[in-house]
């Protein structure tokens, strides 16, 4: 077994989702199955291949530094689940 | 056969033409599709939000500028359905997620941009898998779509819904998104035409997004001449989209010759047969058969073999759940959309609690994989090892179009397949994509065209992909063979499904 299910509960920690222990075991099974799939990426051999991370190669697209019409502050908060006057309102951060 | 054809039925080019010179107005047509929505769509279920009142409005404002004496673009008047992917300004959108609901954008897409000023008809949203995390519209938050050849079949996905809408003429042309397949595979599924663009052709800018180096925008239509007429209106160079190409957009009308005569064409061998398992005899013989059709027109065609494809799966499955894994970290209910209301002890709680609520099982599964591919003393072993197979599989491509214009094989390795049939199976859901996703990882342009039936009268698609940029030939080769095989004529009756399980196939 590749991953087991402590670190499944880890890795949906670092993803901000939460699972019953039904949905741990199950994802631990589904995980590893898939992952064992990709075992079969090790018989590739790739030394000296640079890894590809876009279809086209492009650097750097930049506009001009000047302002342009943005969305006004109702707009950008109309579909906000708690606003407080023009802010997005989220519960205690800092004690 | 000569028989009344219903508005509904006909083809955007066909619609055109009656309405530039006045035979019928675009609010006849609009009740037209209109009625064939009301008397399928409960069967189908492909559309998950009308928006009459927006097409209504639409409607008029093309009859009036066309009363006036105005020119109008090709499209003006043509019925539109929308995959939920795109923010369309004022009209809910939720990408098929929970998480989602309630969502209306302050803004417009550009591709939404474009068809407004084109004067398309919003019809509303398409149904999709979640996130467009699916190849079945299975993984829907709003329940699955069916194929309207055979109601217990699916559509494929994740564009289902948008590609089950035109298969049916609930809409006269549609768009999708194409990640890994998602418009390619349903209309293989379903028997129409779909295009996805060169990786850049088409603007991303207000389309949710899956992966980001992988999503394209493309149109789902009848026949290969309006998935010209669409493409003319999505294509072009966009300064919000910072992977936008800034060059020229042909007329790819232009490109619509019945004459494929000095085309080279090549067979991918691991289209035909992935890691030594072939694909259906049935698909199998119908590709050939294409490939048979296009040599007689004048094509020279061989088979051509790109041995890193037989990668494609495990590397597409690490890269686009890496990317989803970031994009998706929008989703924690401070912005927009669903927020938990279970009490909550902080702010990690209410992230964790919100998400599990709107997230369903795909995409959480797929978040769960891009975040072990990414995360420390992993990054190394899946998500550059899967970058530097994705460059393998890119050199393949760019070697193999040294001396072939086109590549073709099969879109899916199956015809659809029933509804429930891999959703417990994760993995066999993946492999339903095999000859699709190396098209993305290359940013490759690539199309599906109706090439035969199966035995029991299921679609199959011939799979075409061009250069870089290469969309003019593949049109061309599309058009020269749609227009001498004549499949795309066949049309999908879907039967309600109280009456009976069964759809009936009739030639127009």
């Known amino acids: 077994m590749l991953l087991t299910p402590e670190e499944v509960e880890h890795v949906a920690l670092l993803a901000r989702l939460e699972m019953t222990d039904e949905e741990r075991e199950r994802f631990t099974s589904q995980l590893n199955s898939i992952l064992e799939h990709f075992e079969q990426l090790r018989q590739v051999d790739t030394t000296g291949v640079p890894p590809m991370s876009h279809a086209i190669a492009m650097s750097n697209v930049l506009r001009e530094d000047e302002p342009t019409p943005s969305l006004s502050p109702d707009d950008a908060l109309q579909n906000a689940p708690d606003r407080s006057d023009d802010y997005f309102g989220v519960p205690r951060v800092i004690e | 056969m000569s028989e009344t054809r219903e508005l509904y039925d006909l083809t955007a080019h066909e619609l055109s033409d009656l309405l530039s010179t006045k035979q019928v107005s675009a609010r006849e047509v609009l009740d037209s599709v209109w009625g064939r929505i009301t008397s399928v769509d409960e069967s189908l279920h492909s559309f998950i939000l009308l928006t009459r009142q927006v097409a209504e409005k639409q409607a008029l404002d093309v009859d009036e ?27 809910e959108t939720t990408c098929g997620s929970k998480i989602l609901s309630g969502f209306v954008p302050p803004y417009d897409a550009d591709v939404i941009e474009r068809c407004r000023a084109h004067g398309l008809l919003f019809l509303g949203k398409t149904n999709m898998d979640e996130f467009a995390m699916g190849s079945s519209t299975e993984n829907s938050s709003r329940g699955a779509t069916r194929n309207p050849w055979d109601l217990e079949r699916v559509p494929g996905g994740s564009s289902g819904g948008s590609v089950a809408a035109v298969t049916a003429s609930e809409a006269i042309v549609a768009m999708g998104t194409d990640t890994g397949g998602s418009i390619r595979q349903p209309a293989s599924f379903c028997g129409v035409v779909g295009l996805k663009p060169t990786y850049g052709r088409v603007s991303r800018y207000g389309v949710i997004a899956f992966a980001s180096s992988l999503d394209q925008v493309g149109p789902i239509t009848k026949d290969v001449r309006d998935c010209a007429l669409m493409l003319n209106v999505l294509a072009g160079h966009d300064s919000r989209d910072s992977t936008s190409l800034d060059v020229p957009t042909p007329d790819y009308t232009q490109a619509l ?52 494809l037989n990668y494609s799966i495990p590397v597409y499955y690490i890269l686009a759940p890496a990317e989803a894994s970031s994009n998706l970290a929008r989703y924690d209910g401070v912005q927009y959309g669903h927020r938990t209301r279970q009490p909550i002890a902080d702010i990690i709680e209410m992230y964790r609690k919100t998400r599990d609520e709107g997230f369903g099982a795909e995409v959480k599964r797929r978040i769960m994989l891009g975040t072990y591919a990414l995360s420390a003393g992993y990054y190394d072993a899946y998500y550059l090892k899967a970058s530097q197979v994705r460059t393998l599989i890119r050199r393949d491509f760019d070697r193999a179009f040294e001396d072939h214009d086109l590549l073709v094989g099969p879109v899916s390795p199956t015809v659809a397949f029933r509804l429930g049939e891999k959703t417990e199976d994760p993995v066999a859901m993946y492999l339903s994509d095999v000859c699709t996703v190396p098209v993305n990882l290359g940013g490759l342009p690539a199309m599906s065209i109706p090439c035969g039936f199966s035995g029991d009268g299921l679609p199959i698609g011939l799979h075409i992909v061009g250069k870089p940029l290469g969309e003019e030939t593949m049109l061309r080769a599309a058009y020269a063979y749609e227009q001498s095989a004549d499949f795309h004529r066949r049309r999908a009756v879907p039967i309600d499904t109280r009456e009976g399980r069964r759809s009936a196939v009739v030639r127009a």
């Open chain 2, 257 to 308: 010759i019945p004459d494929v005569k000095g085309l080279r064409i090549g067979l991918v061998r691991e289209f035909m047969e992935y890691q030594g398992v072939g694909v259906d005899p049935e698909v199998a013989a119908a590709v050939r058969g294409a490939v048979d059709r296009l040599e007689e027109l004048g094509a020279t065609c061989d088979e051509v073999s790109l041995p890193h």
């Open chain 2, 65 to 91: 500028r066309r009363a006036r004496g105005e020119r109008l673009p090709a499209m003006a008047g043509a019925p539109l359905a929308l995959k939920d992917i795109y923010c369309t300004k004022g009209i």
